[in-house]
């Protein structure tokens, strides 16, 4: 039984991650750190928010997140994007730091940035499923938040 709980607790923190992902992880996380920095020193001239640590990650599900200290995590497969959502997933975290929802003044604020971003919000919608690496077991749900 004790071998049999040792066993479940290593096992948890790479659920659903297989072996290639997480070689892709470790491969390609310094090159999302660098451009994930560099589109928020880029985007943050407008924005002026204070960042306290950026992170970069191995998420299943989401292509960034925040916290109200002004932490940013950003999904290490932000570097396989088109140049315009990897950008407007940064300007949607950024402007998170002001508007901690998704309220009308939050999209405002996001459009300053990205005036189209409903269609960058909709190809993303499209694109999700690349999250995983059990595409074809995956459908994306129609109103999934995924950013
Ligand atoms: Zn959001």
Known sequence: MFKWVIKRYRRRPQRGKSKRERELFVLHKEKARALVLSLIAQENLLYQCKIKKVAIRNQSTRWGSCSAKGNLNFNFKIIFLPPALARYI??????????????????????????????????????????TDQIEERKLKENERIV
């Open 90 to 131: 940064v300007v949607h975290e950024l402007c998170h730091l002001k508007e901690f929802n998704h309220g009308k003044d939050f999209w405002k604020l996001v459009s300053l940035a990205c005036p189209d971003f409903l269609l960058e919000r909709e190809e993303l919608r499209r694109i999700s499923p690349l999250l």
